[in-house]
């Protein structure tokens, strides 16, 4: 049989009357039911970045008006309009700070990390780079931050193609805003918003003498894209082909190549 009395608790150095039920104190319930909200507010009620919110509006907007003359398109149109505050969403990260850490700027799918040629509009230095090429599909967090400290030094844009940001060629012949940043030591990095299928609209809230700290935000992309980030050749990577990044927390690579370079993975 349960049995409810009341047990006094020293709390925040006040006594609180909670009563006790089936061996479960009513504060032990109090603390897992903040925990639910502090989930449900840090999982769900995220900031929508405000580039989204015309979008946002339009979409309820087509949702009910279509609804109010065709009651079942209201199912659909309900449907997209959730999924366009899902896409546009921009939720708070915890971003890893050390001089020679480079951080993901994108959410998203690694697509390859090799030594390729750099494109003619990415003013880059003479020499070998590597490229770190990340997919973003329109599930993705689309908010872009910065991979590393540094002064914008160059942001020359390209007018190109849409095609698919997950095929190689989508680097040098997709519609594209390029960035170069200069780290306190001089190195250059560069960093490209690609527009892909979908996307058609690249922002970037950054100019050419802003010094951006390592996982602000900088841009966002409307609707499934890419970014690709440029280091030299010798720097040593912390990701692999096909491995999921989180933008503004997933170190990419070491600039100081002092921590070996990661070549093998396992699929479960």
């Known amino acids: 049989m349960v049995t409810l009395h009341r047990q006094l608790v020293m709390l925040d150095d006040k006594v609180v009357g ?19 909200l502090k989930s449900v507010k840090e999982e769900v009620l995220v900031p929508i970045h405000p580039a989204g919110w015309p979008f946002i509006f339009l979409f309820w907007l087509v949702t009910l008006v279509g609804g109010y003359y065709w009651q079942p398109f209201l199912l659909p149109g309900s449907f997209l309009s959730l999924w366009c505050i899902y896409f546009f969403r921009n939720p708070k990260r915890t971003t890893p700070v050390a001089a020679n850490l480079v951080i993901s700027p994108a959410d998203g799918r690694v697509l390859s990390t090799g030594v390729v040629d750099v494109p003619d509009d990415l003013p880059l230095p003479d020499g070998e780079w590597r490229r770190i090429s990340i997919f973003m599909n329109v599930f993705d967090v689309h908010v872009n931050r910065a991979p590393v400290a540094g002064k914008v ?6 007018k190109g193609a849409f095609l698919n940001a997950s095929l190689d060629k989508a680097s040098e012949k997709n519609e594209r805003q390029n960035m170069v940043l200069e780290m306190s030591s001089g190195q250059q990095i560069g960093v490209v918003q690609i527009a892909g299928l979908v996307a058609r609209r690249i922002i970037l809230e950054a100019a050419i003498g802003d010094q951006l700290n390592v996982g602000q935000q900088y841009g966002i992309i409307r609707f499934g894209s890419r970014v690709d980030v440029w280091l030299p050749a010798a720097t040593t990577v912390q990701v692999i082909p096909g491995q999921t990044m989180i933008a503004g927390e997933t170190v990419l690579a070491d600039l100081s190549a002092s921590v070996p370079e990661i070549t093998e993975s396992i699929y479960r």
């Open 18 to 36: 909670l009563p006790i039920a089936g061996g479960l104190r009513a504060s032990q319930v109090k603390v897992k039911s903040m925990n639910i």
């Open 153 to 158: 030094i160059a942001a020359p844009y390209h």
